[in-house]
């Protein structure tokens, strides 16, 4: 008997120790004409911890539902060949929670012309916690209705490089490009060299609801026009935002508000330690605007809000400024040095 037990031990070691060497890989899974999987929802269905599912040019009538944890969701051709939805529901990609780190990279989500308040990329609502969203390099495609072109909730996100356009709406409800929104705790999410250029409400959010905290959200490196109300938009129990770096331009009522009057009814909490650093404001109604506070209280060493090296635009358009901010982007994610002088679109 000591023996059957010594040699089943030894197996389960050896077993062990394989599997530490050679862990099973991840697959990668193919969706396109003449590939293996002909829709998306088709290949996540099939899909596995840590797969991969590559999306061949084409578009794609389907509203996609992320349920697999630690996927990653690309195009093969880019956002401009790959194009999902409207489909028949309100969101065409949904994350849902506790899904480890999810990866959408490369999409052109198409909204609906028929479904109002629809919403391109969604992580869950404010309570979809337990999911890293790495949403980068897509297009979200406004026509008459939009809730949220992008919208992250997970500590540690990232939305890098999309652009929002479309419109002009027909009917829409608080919408915005972005959105950072929290009912329970989420912090160190990073909004970076997005072009968001449409008549939305706001062009990016950072807000919570019920009794949710967002802190340490840095919103860098974006171009932000014509928005219906605010370039920015920084309500609830919002800590230590930084918006550094931003071109925030052609925005008829502010370019940035903080709301301290609890605006929409739903939050606690009002924002504090928010930084606005070395951005542009061009031709704005107002650039920076703090509600509850008739003094608008953003100079250096106000306790609201801390503004410094904000600038307003030249008279000419910065195109240096918005190729350098795309060039830094794509150089970034096709493995190309910061020092290249090639520019490739």
Same mark, same amino acid.
């Given at each position: 008997?000591?023996?059957?037990?010594?040699?089943?031990?030894?197996?389960?070691?050896?077993?062990?120790?394989?599997?530490?060497?050679?862990?099973?890989?991840?697959?990668?899974?193919?969706?396109?004409?003449?590939?293996?999987?002909?829709?998306i929802?088709a290949?996540?269905?099939?899909a596995?911890?840590?797969?991969?599912?590559?999306?061949?040019?084409?578009?794609?009538n389907?509203?996609?539902?992320?349920?697999?944890?630690?996927l990653?969701?690309k195009?093969?051709?880019?956002?401009d060949?790959?194009?999902?939805?409207?489909?028949?529901s309100?969101?065409?990609?949904?994350?849902?929670?506790?899904?480890g780190?999810?990866t959408?990279?490369?999409?052109?989500?198409?909204?609906?012309? +028929?479904?109002?308040?629809?919403?391109?990329?969604?992580?869950?609502?404010?309570s979809?916690?337990?999911t890293?969203?790495?949403?980068?390099n897509?297009?979200?495609?406004?026509?008459?209705?939009?809730?949220?072109?992008?919208?992250?909730?997970?500590?540690?996100?990232?939305?890098?490089?999309?652009?929002?356009?479309?419109?002009?709406?027909?009917?829409?409800?608080?919408s915005?490009?972005?959105?950072?929104v929290?009912?329970?705790?989420?912090k160190?999410?990073?909004?970076?060299?997005?072009?968001?250029?449409?008549?939305?409400d706001?062009?990016?959010?950072v807000?919570?609801?019920?009794?949710?905290?967002?802190?340490?959200?840095?919103?860098?490196?974006?171009?932000?026009?014509?928005?219906?109300?605010?370039?920015?938009?920084?309500?609830?129990?919002?800590?230590?935002?930084?918006?550094?770096?931003?071109?925030?331009?052609?925005?008829?009522?502010?370019?940035?508000?903080?709301?301290?009057?609890?605006?929409?009814?739903?939050a606690?909490?009002?924002?504090t330690?928010?930084?606005v650093w070395y951005?542009?404001?061009?031709?704005?109604?107002?650039?920076?605007?703090?509600?509850?506070?008739p003094?608008?209280?953003?100079?250096?060493?106000?306790?609201?809000?801390?503004?410094?090296?904000?600038?307003g635009?030249? +008279?000419?358009?910065?195109?240096?400024r918005?190729?350098?901010?795309?060039?830094?982007?794509?150089?970034?994610?096709h493995?190309?040095?910061?020092n290249s002088?090639?520019?490739?679109?």
């Amino acid at each position: 008997m000591k023996k059957i037990k010594s040699i089943v031990l030894g197996v389960l070691l050896i077993v062990s120790i394989l599997a530490i060497i050679n862990p099973v890989s991840a697959a990668t899974l193919e969706v396109g004409p003449g590939k293996t999987y002909a829709t998306i929802n088709a290949a996540i269905g099939a899909a596995g911890n840590g797969d991969t599912i590559l999306v061949y040019p084409g578009t794609y009538n389907e509203n996609i539902n992320i349920t697999v944890s630690n996927l990653t969701l690309k195009s093969v051709g880019g956002r401009d060949s790959t194009i999902v939805g409207p489909g028949t529901s309100d969101i065409v990609i949904k994350i849902n929670s506790n899904l480890g780190t999810i990866t959408v990279d490369g999409f052109t989500a198409l909204l609906s012309n +028929t479904i109002t308040n629809p919403g391109g990329i969604i992580q869950g609502m404010g309570s979809a916690t337990g999911t890293t969203s790495i949403v980068k390099n897509n297009k979200v495609v406004t026509q008459k209705y939009l809730r949220n072109g992008i919208q992250v909730t997970g500590q540690n996100s990232q939305v890098i490089g999309n652009i929002i356009t479309g419109g002009p709406l027909t009917e829409d409800w608080a919408s915005s490009g972005i959105t950072i929104v929290s009912s329970t705790t989420t912090k160190n999410i990073l909004v970076r060299d997005n072009h968001i250029l449409g008549e939305m409400d706001y062009g990016i959010s950072v807000f919570t609801w019920d009794s949710g905290e967002v802190s340490d959200t840095i919103v860098e490196n974006n171009i932000i026009e014509k928005t219906i109300w605010a370039g920015i938009t920084i309500g609830g129990k919002v800590s230590n935002t930084l918006v550094k770096d931003n071109i925030i331009k052609n925005n008829p009522v502010n370019g940035l508000e903080e709301i301290h009057t609890n605006y929409y009814g739903y939050a606690t909490g009002n924002p504090t330690g928010t930084k606005v650093w070395y951005n542009q404001f061009c031709n704005n109604g107002k650039d920076i605007d703090i509600y509850d506070d008739p003094n608008d209280s953003y100079v250096i060493g106000e306790p609201k809000l801390d503004a410094r090296g904000n600038t307003g635009c030249p +008279t000419t358009l910065p195109m240096n400024r918005f190729i350098s901010i795309f060039k830094k982007n794509f150089e970034k994610n096709h493995g190309k040095s910061e020092n290249s002088n090639n520019i490739e679109n």
